[in-house]
């Protein structure tokens, strides 16, 4: 009679154990990680939550990039006839891939994972031989559509022929995972609607923010005014602070024209720009529009640094012009409790909701104006700040976030 007692309970330990036994996470990451922008963050940060969890995580990733302290990277072997990289799309990235391929396989027959989670669309396709290799489930971290972000770059125009062989890739890419992580709600949308996945596939989960290491009360300001000298920053004016990749399509040649709009309206202010790359590309424009004088370029900002440099901005700046991509730099604004002047899209709605100060998107005008009502009601300013931090810690937490990723894992793994 106690034998099939003792058999229940046994099964039921074994159920137990497999629920919380820690998990090896492969994941493959088609970029030079780590380094200080964008869908980097959202890795890193998605390594750092699931390792405090107590799962195992490696990333599989190109030969160039910053090791973090405490993270597993596996690095492809360098190309022969290419030792640096660009940002975004590139005709060399057909070879990373193909290198990157081959690492992943070797990674996956290695480390055994449980489960392969493919960022990007080149991170999904080889995801999936992996996943198939070895006979797991395949979660693909979207991050935004890759035919909209090759025209973003203007690596390819929308009207040519090749656009729509591209757009076909990225519909087959979308169907190989087992079920698709996307950075907002939108991109949920997008992918039902332009590219036909089941809703019951798609689970959004916009980038969070670290609200412990981007909080204002961590910097005095004996250490910000410091910081302003060291920067060459005025000490008596309002600062506007954006932080990201300096491209066109992120608007920084529409921010650097409200600059002039503002400068010409005597209003007084104080631009600080900070990122890479096209750094003099954007100073030549500076000139050029007479605004040198009011816009302070830093260059490349270390993540470990860029709660304190952000600390600066009394007001941030978001002039994205994407509509597919995330805007992750919002959230760590947010965390900093900063008014934030965005373009009017619909993740900055999602992320600001209605405490966002919005301009039409690619209106010039209307971005300089909404920066200066804000430089009009300092208090205001303040209060949506503080609104934006306490709705960045009730809404983007990365513990939260984890959660969500390892129930996934969990359902996708029985």
């Known amino acids: 009679m106690a034998q099939p007692e003792i058999a229940?309970?046994?099964?039921?330990q074994r159920a137990e154990a497999a629920?919380?036994?820690?998990?090896?996470?492969?994941?493959?990451?088609?970029t030079s990680f780590f380094s200080d922008y964008g869908g980097h963050i959202r890795i890193l940060e998605e390594m750092r939550v699931l390792q405090a969890m107590g799962h195992q995580v490696a990333v599989v990733t190109y030969y160039k990039g910053s090791d973090m302290p405490g993270l597993d990277i596996r690095r492809t072997r360098p190309l022969p006839w290419r030792t640096d990289y660009e940002v975004g799309s590139s005709r060399h990235k057909l070879a990373f891939d193909v290198y990157l391929a081959v690492q992943s396989l070797r990674e996956g027959l290695r480390y055994r994972p449980d489960v392969v989670h493919g960022h990007m669309h080149e991170g999904a396709i080889i995801g999936s031989l992996v996943a198939k290799l070895l006979r797991v489930p395949l979660i693909f971290d979207f991050q935004g559509s890759l035919s909209a972000e090759m025209v973003d770059h203007e690596f390819l125009a929308k009207d040519g022929r090749v656009y729509s062989w591209i757009f076909r890739?990225?519909?087959?890419?979308?169907?190989?995972?087992?079920?698709?992580?996307?950075?907002?709600?939108?991109?949920?949308?997008?992918?039902q609607e332009?590219?036909?996945?089941p809703t019951a596939r798609l689970q959004p989960l916009p980038d969070c923010a670290d609200t412990t290491r981007f909080n204002p009360e961590n910097f005095t300001a004996a250490a910000k005014r410091n910081l302003k000298l060291k920067l060459g920053l005025p000490l008596d004016r309002p600062i506007v602070a954006y932080l990201g990749l300096l491209t066109d399509y992120q608007g920084i040649p529409h921010l650097?024209?409200?600059a002039a709009g503002l400068k010409?309206?005597?209003?007084?202010?104080?631009?600080?720009?900070?990122?890479?790359?096209?750094?003099?590309?954007y100073k030549h424009l500076a000139r050029q529009w007479q605004v040198a004088d009011v816009v302070t370029f830093t260059g490349k900002v270390e993540y470990r640094?860029?709660?304190f440099y952000l600390s600066l901005g009394d007001i941030a700046v978001a002039p994205k012009m994407s509509t597919t991509e995330g805007s992750g730099k919002v959230l760590?604004?947010?965390?900093?409790?900063?008014?934030?002047?965005?373009?009017?899209?619909?993740v900055h709605r999602e992320y600001l909701a209605d405490l966002g100060v919005y301009a039409p998107s690619g209106d010039v005008n209307g971005l300089a104006m909404a920066i200066a009502g804000l430089l009009r009601a300092p208090d205001h300013g303040r209060d949506l700040g503080q609104q934006l931090r306490h709705r960045a810690i009730t809404e983007y937490s990365w513990q939260r976030a984890g959660e969500e990723i390892v129930t996934l894992y969990r359902r996708l793994t029985k």
């Open 169 to 191: 890739l990225e519909k087959f890419i979308n169907r190989l995972p087992s079920a698709i992580l996307t950075s907002s709600r939108q991109a949920s949308d997008l992918l």
């Open 305 to 307: 640094d860029a709660p």
């Open 332 to 346: 760590n604004y947010m965390a900093l409790a900063q008014p934030v002047v965005a373009y009017d899209s619909p």
């Open 256 to 258: 650097l024209q409200a």
């Open 194 to 197: 332009q590219f036909g996945v």
């Open 19 to 30: 629920v919380t036994r820690p998990l090896r996470i492969l994941m493959i990451a088609p």
């Open 8 to 12: 229940v309970t046994s099964q039921t």
């Open 264 to 281: 010409q309206a005597g209003e007084s202010v104080h631009f600080l720009v900070m990122g890479y790359p096209n750094v003099d590309h």
